[in-house]
C-alpha cells in the first residue's frame, strides 16, 4: 500500500462533521531519517496511540544498478560490486559470485582455496553477526554490548585486512581461485581470535540472555511462523528462528562445508529472542569451523590450474613471454575470461541467509569462440528483501517500539536491499 | 532588613550552585561511569590550555557548545509553549530544592539561620507539588513542537512521570506517618535518635518498603536507563525532538538537577538528612563531641570541642587531673584529664568575662592542647 493509499484510507474515514482533533489514527513516518533506519528505509506507521495498525515500507534510497554496472563490467570487474551488497561480510559476497561464474565455467578450486573461502566466509560471518546482535542490542539501550561486539567485529576485521588488505571492500576472491595466499601467522592469528570472540560471546550472553529488561522486549514480539516465513522466501538465522532448519551450507554444500563438523541452530517461537539466540549460536559454530579449517588447511596451490581463467604469477608475468601473454589475454578487453554461453544460479549462505548470483552469458556473435568476457544478466537474490518485505506483518499490531527490535533483528543492510 | 534578604540570597545562591555544579558532575559521572562498563575512555578531549581534569572540562564545553547552538523553533510549532517548555522542566526543579534542609541551625553574626531556604510546614507537600509540575515540561514539549515523535515522546513521557508521581508520593506517606510531620526539618530531627539505643532511626530502617518503593519511582522520575523510555532514542528520539542548543539543554539540565534534588528528599526522608549517627556535639554527650559507638568506642572530633581553647577562654576546675591547664596560658603541652568539670566561658579570645556554661562532669578526655 503506497502513501497516498494509506492517506486515503485514513482521511474519509472521518465523518465530515467530526473535528479534526478526534481522529484516532496517525500516520508517522519512521525514517529515512530516524537513527534506526540506517537513513535508507521508511516506514510508513499507521498508529493508533502507540499501536501500529498498518505499516508500509519504502525501499531503493540505496539503489545504485549493482546488477546493471556488473553487465557493464568483465567477469572480474564484477567482484568489487559484489563488496557492496552486504558490506559488512563482503568476503561471502565475493565468493557467492565467484563461484557462481565458476558453476558456470565448470572449474573447481584446489582444496586450499577451498578451504581458504570457508575460513573467509565464516570469519565474515562472526563480524556480520555481532555487528546485527550488537546493534539491536544498542538500540534497546545496550549500549555497552554493542561496544564489546565492535570490538569482536574489530579482530574480524583486522584478520580480513591482513589477508587482502582492506577491511570493507575486501574483493577477497577472484574467479577461479584467491587473490592471496594465506599471510604467514594468519592461523594463530585465527585461534587468537575465535578465542576472544568466544571471550566477548560469553560476556555479552551474560548479559543479554538473561536480562529481563532485553527479553521482555524481544521475546513474543515480531512472532513469524515457520509457515509464513517459507511463504515469504525468508532464509537465513531469521528462517530458522522461526524453526526450520534450512541452511544452504548444509542443504546444496559447497565448497567443503559438508566435510565440516558444524550445526544448524534453529529456533521454536520465530520471535525476535530466537533470532537473536540463533544467531549467537551461529557464531559459535562458525568458531568451530574456523577451527577445523585451521586443523585441517591443507597445502597445495589456491588457484585452480585452467590458464584461461586465473592470471599467471607475476614471475611468470614479468619472467616469459607465455605469462605475459597470459596476463593480456586475461586483461584486454574484448579477451579476458571466456566463459561459455548457459546460465546458472549458485547460492551461497551469505550471513543474512542465501545469497543467490542468477548469471547468464549469452553468445557474443562478434567473437569467434562464441564466449562472451562480460556477464549478459546479473541477477542477485538479497537475502533481506523478503524479509523486509514481510516487515509489515513483523511489526503490525506490536508498539511502534517493537519497531526497533524487530528491524534490527531483521537485520537489513541496505546495500544488498537496493542493490 | 537589608541583612535577611542578603542571607536568603546567599542560601538561595548556595543551593542553585550546589545543583548546578551536581548536575555537571553527574553528567561527567553518568559519562565516564558507561565509558568504563563499555571498554572506552570516555569524555577526555576538552580541554583548558591543556589543563583536562579527568574529563570535567567536557561539562564546560558541552554547555559552552550548547548556549551557542542556534535556538530552533519549528516553523509551524507554538512558537510562546515551545518557549516555556524547558523553563517548566527545569525551574520546579531547582524550586523544590527550596524545603530540602542542609545542615542545622548555625549562629552568624548574631542570627539564628536555618540551613534552608524555604522552612514550610507542608514541605513534603511542596515537594509533591512542584515534582509534579515537572510534566507540564515534556508534555508542553511534546505539544509545542508540532512533530509526531515529540507529541509521542510527550505522551509517553507524562504518562510514565505521572505513574510513578503515584508511586513517589505514596511511598513518602509512610515516613511522614512515622515521622508525624510534613516539614523536612522536622523530619530530619525525628530521625536523630536511636532504636534500642543503636540504630539510627532513619527513614530507610522504619520505612524500609517505602525506600525500596522510592528509589525506582526516582529513577523513572529522572528518566534514568531502564526507565529512559519517554526519551527512547532509539525509535521515537523523544519530546525533545525539535528542541536544539540551550533549550535541549535545559531539559537535561533540569533531569540532571532532577537526580540531585530526589536524592537530597531521599537523604531527607530515607537518611538522616544532614545528621551524621553516632556523631555528637559536646551538649548531646557532656562535652566529648566526636563518635560514640554503640559498642563504646569513641573517635574524638577535634580538642575538647567547644573547649576550643583558641578561642574561648576555659576555665576548667581540675579535681583528678594529672594537669591541670592553667587557664591563662594558651600554650599548653600535652595534657591528659581524667575527669574535670570542664566550665567554659564562651566568649571572645581576649577572654573578657562572660557567661560560664557548665558542660557537667567530661570524662577521659585525651586530647592534645595547643
Redesign the interface.
Known sequence: MSEVDILSAVTPALPPDEPEFQQKE?L?N?GPA???MHGIIRILAKLEG?LVVESDVEIGYLHRAFEKSCEESTWNQAIIYTDRLNYVSAAINNIGYCMAVEKLLGIELPPRGQYIRVLMSEISRIGDHLTCVGASA????G??V???MI?GREYCWELIEEYCGARVTTAAARVGGMPYDLPEGFLDKCLWVIKEVREILRECDILLTNNR?FVERMENVGVMSAERAIAWGWTGPCLRGSGVAYDVRKDFPYLVYDQLDWEVPVGRRGDNLDRYLVRMEEMEQSCRIIEQCVAKMPGGPINCSDKTVVLPDKKDTYGNIEGLMNHFKLIMYGHGIRVPAGECYFPVEAANGELGFYIVSHPDEHSKDGCNDRAWRVRCRPPCLNMVASLPETINNYM??D??PTFGSVNMIGGELDR | MFIDFGIIIGKIAFVLVNILNGAGILTWVERKQSALMSDRIGANRASILGIRLLGLVNSLADALKLIFKEDFVPPRGVRVLHFLAPIFAMGPVFLTMAVIPFGPPIELWGRDIKLQILDLDIGMLYVLAFGSIAVYGAMIAGWASNSKYALLGGMRASAQMISYEVVLGLSLIGPILVFGTLEPGLMVNAQNTYLWGWIPQWGVIVQPIAFLLFLPAAMAETKRAPFDMPEGESEIIGFATEYSGMRWGMFFLGEFAEIVVLAGIMTTVFFGGYHVPFLFDAVEKAGQAGFHFPWGSYFALGEVDRCDLANACVRCEARDTDVAPDADSLDVPAFSIRSIDARVMEGNAAGGPGEYRDYGPCHTVVGEVK
Open positions: 496517525m508517522l519512521v530516524h537513527p534506526a502507540e544498542m538500540e534497546l539501550g549500549f555497552t554493542f561496544l564489546y570490538k529488561i511502534i517500539a519497531i526497533v
